[in-house]
T-cell receptor
Framework: AQSVTQLDSQVPVFEEAPVELRCNYS??????LFWYVQYPNQGLQLLLK??????LVESINGFEAEFNKSQTSFHLRKPSVHISDTAEYFC??????????FGRGTSLIVHP | NAGVTQTPKFQVLKTGQSMTLQCAQD?????MYWYRQDPGMGLRLIYY???????DKGEVPNGYNVSRLNKREFSLRLESAAPSQTSVYFC??????????????????FGPGTRLTVL
């Protein structure tokens, strides 16, 4: 069985400040990890993923996440956020099957 | 290349009415999924289809049925709608681990959603 915990339901932050969205997982097998982003009134889209290799993965719009096996975490970070980053962010884990389990989501609210 | 499309975008039903949500993908994906999204609950899997001709229950299948019509299309049916089924419904598709070669699992591609209200 696998599960995902997103520790914050809402994260307010000012524009140009750094942000970290936390994600912890549990799984009895090797895992693959994903972050998806959902902009208002849209479907989810992949932000970044960890399958193997380097534990630090990056997205094209400045987000990064680090796979930490010992702490079973996959936190998402960005050094300087923009208003346009306001969205819902979902962490997902996929273990032995190809079907991911999603966290409950973290709402990132960027204030000017 | 439209990706994943869903119809309708919005729907209001009365309790007891039935309806079918349609989903289609043009990416030649093997697997398709139906999720519902409720505030504070994240995404919960209703049904999925690993490949054409197969369907399986997810976390919250009660009150729903599905049909994998062909490789492209996967529909979700509510036979007798209840207010508890008020939600936003998302269809998704992906390649399946081991079937498309290379490394997996593969990312899911989501449709824009159907906002359903049951009165």
């Amino acid at each position: 069985a696998q599960s995902v915990t997103q520790l914050d339901s809402q994260v307010p932050v000012f524009e140009e400040a750094p942000v970290e969205l936390r994600c912890n997982y549990s799984s009895s097998v090797s895992v693959y990890l994903f972050w998806y982003v959902q902009y208002p009134n849209q479907g989810l889209q992949l932000l970044l993923k960890y399958l193997s290799g380097s534990t630090l993965v990056e997205s094209i719009n400045g987000f990064e996440a680090e796979f930490n096996k010992s702490q079973t975490s996959f936190h998402l970070r960005k050094p300087s956020v923009h208003i346009s980053d306001t969205a819902e962010y979902f962490c997902a884990v996929s273990g032995g099957s190809y079907i991911p389990t999603f966290g409950r989501g973290t709402s990132l609210i960027v204030h000017p | 290349n439209a990706g994943v499309t869903q119809t309708p975008k919005f729907q209001v039903l009365k309790t007891g009415q039935s309806m079918t949500l349609q989903c289609a993908q043009d990416m030649n994906h093997n697997s398709m999924y139906w999720y519902r999204q409720d505030p504070g609950m994240g995404l919960r899997l209703i049904y999925y289809s690993a490949s054409e001709g197969t369907t399986d229950k997810g976390e919250v299948p009660n009150g729903y049925n599905v049909s994998r019509l062909n490789k492209r299309e996967f529909s979700l049916r509510l036979e007798s709608a209840a207010p508890s089924q008020t939600s936003v419904y998302f269809c998704a598709s992906s390649f399946t681990l081991g079937l498309a070669g290379g490394m997996g699992p593969y990312e899911q591609f989501f449709g824009p959603g159907t906002r359903l209200t049951v009165l």
